[in-house]
């Protein structure tokens, strides 16, 4: 009896054991997940800082605005000024400078791509139990398989690897650039990228696997060249503007707005949202050659003036920002992404060898951020660079064309002004300008001359930088690149 009475408590208490520990293990994996956010990472491809409804009343983008107003509008939000740079910030976490992505922008047929000397925001991520996965723009450099979204991070990949190809056909120069992962893709002939890239995000999230943490790059095309987007968004939304670019490029501004209204709707049928954090950022300023709009801020994408530099962006996650419906005036640059979303993960508070500083605690409280200085950026091509103090925007040599004040025709009547652009070329820039943002956001007034005092400082400042520059990758174009040998399409296999 006894030793029977002993294997049956035995047995009892082992299953209870059992029990026990799996309760435990299962509860601090529910722990360790739930207290890991979804991230959501949309960028948009050359929207201007006017180019939203929030600060143009043209723009017909109601959830973004929305989204905006309920969670936080970052109004002191640096990017790099063009593509590249830009999304090579954000996924290493370092000035572009430090990694020879100053000057150029990856061309198709280029030797030239993110270096893979560093883990990189998609692999930290995995590496911290998310699920990684990328939609649409890459544009960080393609000639060998190693340097492409699925080998760096990402589970999987559904996009293109350069610029500026057509919406429909997916052509860029003569090749056709579109995969599902490594694959070839052709079913996405004929579609709008903006519903291809949707209609993945959707798939994406109604597929995942909720056991695991989510992080998703959305990276559309939308609102880069070439002008284009189905009349229905013309029709519906953009009636009021009489200029065509303006207004197609209004259509495609409705149209990542509707993208981004269908992706957030998945997200709430999932059930996920509470427990998600979206950032929406555009990568550079708006071109202003390209029917975007910055004004009132000076300068277009491609300089380092502000409306190259300040994106329009927000964050948005209602069950976890302490503060909503207000804008958010700390400094934030584009390498601090990826050191806050290590942290939001459960990564620690930063990431070594890096630039970026994590902004975590502090857009989730509201409080006051980490950073009082960033580099606009300094390129020993053009020899110029800028240099970010509190209020204070040091620039160095000439900023860049287009200059001045742009304003696109249905702003003309609005804000009472007209296009005021300045001609000059980098021999007429003075050596060096000082502007004072609070009061001056618009770049109008250099005061050098009266503050030599900060003038002094900044430029020791600024020179302290110089040293770690690494030359820029001005690469030669290779003709293996072509696509005349991979079956007409832009693929990897020629470095
Ligand atoms: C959003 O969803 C609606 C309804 O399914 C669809 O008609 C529309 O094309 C979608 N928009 C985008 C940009 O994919
Ligand atoms: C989700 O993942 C967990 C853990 O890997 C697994 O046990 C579960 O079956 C998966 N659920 C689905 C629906 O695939
Ligand atoms: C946001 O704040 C403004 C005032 O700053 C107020 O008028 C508006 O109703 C608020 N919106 C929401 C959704 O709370
Ligand atoms: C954002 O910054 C601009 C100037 O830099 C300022 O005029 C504006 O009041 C700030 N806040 C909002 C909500 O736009
Ligand atoms: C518009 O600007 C002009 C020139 O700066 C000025 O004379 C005029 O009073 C302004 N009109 C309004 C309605 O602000
Ligand atoms: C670069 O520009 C600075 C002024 O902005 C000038 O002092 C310096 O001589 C220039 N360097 C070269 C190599 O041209």
Not at 137 to 155: A, D, E
Not at 253 to 279: C, H, P, S, W, Y
Not at 397 to 420: H, I, M, Q, R, S
């Amino acid at each position: 009896m006894v030793p029977i009475m002993t294997r049956a408590a035995v047995y009892t208490l082992s299953l209870l054991l059992l029990l026990l520990c799996t309760l435990h293990s299962r509860d601090v994996v529910n722990a360790a997940h739930s207290s890991q956010p979804n991230i959501i990472f949309i960028l948009a491809d050359d929207l201007g800082w006017s180019d939203v409804g929030w600060r143009n009343p043209f723009m017909p983008t109601p959830t973004l605005d929305k989204m905006a107003t309920e969670g936080m509008i970052l109004n002191q939000s640096y990017v790099q000024q063009t593509c590249s740079p830009s999304r090579a910030a954000l996924m290493s976490g370092r000035y572009p400078y430090h990694i020879g992505f100053q000057h150029e922008t990856v061309s198709a047929n280029h030797v030239f791509h993110l270096p893979n000397d560093q883990l990189i925001m998609p692999e930290a991520l995995k590496k911290l139990g998310y699920a990684t996965h990328m939609v649409g723009k890459w544009h960080l450099g393609f000639c060998n398989w190693r340097y492409t979204p699925t080998y760096r991070g990402f589970q999987s990949f559904y996009g293109y690897y350069n610029a500026a190809e057509d919406y429909y056909t997916h052509i860029q120069k003569h090749g056709y650039d579109f995969r599902d992962d490594d694959q070839v893709d052709k079913s996405a002939v004929g579609h709008y990228s903006t519903n291809l890239f949707t209609d993945r995000a959707i798939r994406i999230i109604n597929d995942h696997n909720t056991s695991q943490p989510l992080f998703l790059y959305l990276a559309y095309q939308a609102v880069h060249e070439p002008l284009q987007v189905p009349q229905w968004y013309l029709d519906q939304h953009c009636s009021s503007i009489v200029d065509n670019d303006r207004k197609i490029k209004c259509g495609m501004v409705a149209a990542l707005d509707e993208g981004v209204k269908n992706v957030t709707d998945t997200l709430k049928q999932r059930g996920l949202m509470d427990n998600t954090f979206i950032i929406f950022s555009s990568d550079n300023g708006g071109p202003v050659r390209a029917a975007a709009s910055n004004y009132p801020l000076r300068g277009s994408k491609i300089t380092i003036w502000e409306g190259g530099t300040r994106a329009a962006a927000f964050v948005y996650a209602p069950s976890l920002l302490q503060k909503t419906n207000s804008s958010y005036e700390e400094l934030i640059h584009i390498t601090d992404w990826y050191p806050t979303l290590v942290e939001a993960a459960g990564g620690g508070s930063s990431v070594a060898n890096i630039d970026g500083v994590s902004q975590w605690k502090n857009l989730l409280s509201g409080g006051s951020g980490p950073r009082h200085e960033f580099l606009y950026n300094m390129d020993e091509v053009t020899n110029s660079s800028a240099l970010r103090q509190g209020r204070f925007k040091l620039v160095q040599g000439y900023p860049g064309n287009p200059n001045g004040w742009f304003v696109t025709p249905e702003l003309e009547k609005l804000v009472n002004a007209t296009t005021d652009e300045i001609h000059n070329g980098r021999g007429h820039s003075p050596p060096y300008q000082l502007f004072n943002l609070n009061r001056d956001p618009e770049e109008r007034n250099d005061i050098l001359d009266s503050h030599q005092d900060v003038f002094q400082q900044m430029k020791a400042r600024l020179d302290s930088y110089r040293p770690s520059l690494l030359p820029s990758k001005t690469t030669d174009r290779v003709h293996a690149a072509d696509p005349s040998n991979f079956n007409g399409n832009w693929s990897p296999g020629w470095c």
